[in-house]
Each structure stands twice: as structure tokens, then as C-alpha cells.
């Protein structure tokens, strides 16, 4: 587990460049006080640092504030499947809520921060304050929709329909944090958006080539800029 803090004075709720996409959207100012009492904040994860592993005691949900969080699971023989990539402002960890322990691991994919909620002061703040249970809610459905959306994508499209959606997913994510959505850095591998789409590294270097020479993209190593948004919302099917 990383090393955390019970309350870090420098950094708070309430000017957080976060708090728009995160869990205080939801609350009053006195609110957001209160949620911040509980928060843990460590220092930075270095990349491949682990939040938490596979089959961890479950204890507490946690927000990105920078960087990129991955999260995958293991089978028996040792074979990684990436379940999700989590940007700032996002929450992650809620795989271990039904089971009480995680079902998947979370490891950063580059230098990160992250706000460590622990979940049983965040459902006794959730009693007292119904907007903060009611988004929390949101968020628990969100997820179930992507994991929904995602078993739709392995099994009904194309490559290009694959890797168009996941692009135009983190752009439009980009636009929620006020980032450009045209012009971003993508903080996973090649190899872990094959793995998380169901690819092999071969086929997702053709299709970012095919893109570019489309001039759909323009790629630089992990630097991409979407040069034809329509197009590429027509290439992943939308």
C-alpha cells in the first residue's frame, strides 16, 4: 500500500483543481469540509507502484489527482487482463465493495497522486449527507456501465472501432477536466490497450498507423492529436 498522511493541510477539497469531476461536486462547502477530514493523501506513487493488489482487504475508494491508475487482474496461470485506465478526477477502488476484498489490482502507470477515501467513514458521511450518497450511487452505476460497455466493444467490434472509441473516451474525458480533447499525451503502453480492448500490440500499432496515414491522427509516440474528429467518430462507429 502506499504511504499516506491523515490529513494534509496543504492540499484541501475545496481548492482542488479535481473537485469539479470528484465526489465534492455533490456538497455544500460545510460538506466538503467534512469529507475532507477524512481524506488520506500520501506522498507521489512512482510508476508501477500498486495501490492495492488482488485479494487485498477492502478498506477504502480513492480519487487520481494526477497521473493514470491501472487496474487489471490475474488468472491463475499469471495472465494480466487490464480492466480499466482512471484519470484525474476519477474514482477507483469499488471492485472490493460487494466482496470486501478487491477483485483486481491498481498500479500507477506513471508518476501519480491519489486521495484515499476509507469507505466506512464514507458511508457514515453518506447517512448524514443524502447528495453525497446519492452521488456516490452515480458513480457505482457509472462504473457498471462501463464495465457494460466494454464487453460490448470485446465482443462486437472492430479493431478500428475498438481503438477509435477508446481515443475519443479519454478525449472526451480530456474536455471534462477543461484539457484540450484534440491534443493529449496517452499514459498506458501499447501493450495494456491491447490487452484491455483484446489486441495484440501488432494490431493496435497498424491501426494508429492506418489512422495517421488516414490523417484521422497524428501520433508521436504516445503524443496524439485527433486531426479529423468526425471521421474518427465514423471509424469507431458512433
Known sequence: MPPTCPHNTEINCRDCRMNALCLPIALELDEVDKLNDIIRRG??????????DMADEFRAVYAVRSGCIKTYSTDNEGTEQVTGFYLPGEIFGMDGIATASHISAAVALETSAICEIPFSQ????GIRMPSLQRYFLKLMSKEIANDQHLITLLSKNSAQERIGTLILSISARNAQRN???????????RADIGNYLGLTVETVSRVFSRFQKLDILRVDKKEIEIIDLTRLQHEAGI
Do not use: G, I
Open 122 to 125: 464514507l458511508e457514515d458521511l
Open 43 to 52: 506522498r507521489p506513487l512512482h510508476r508501477d507502484d500498486h495501490v492495492y
Open 179 to 189: 484539457l484540450s480533447r484534440t491534443r493529449f499525451r496517452l499514459p498506458m503502453s
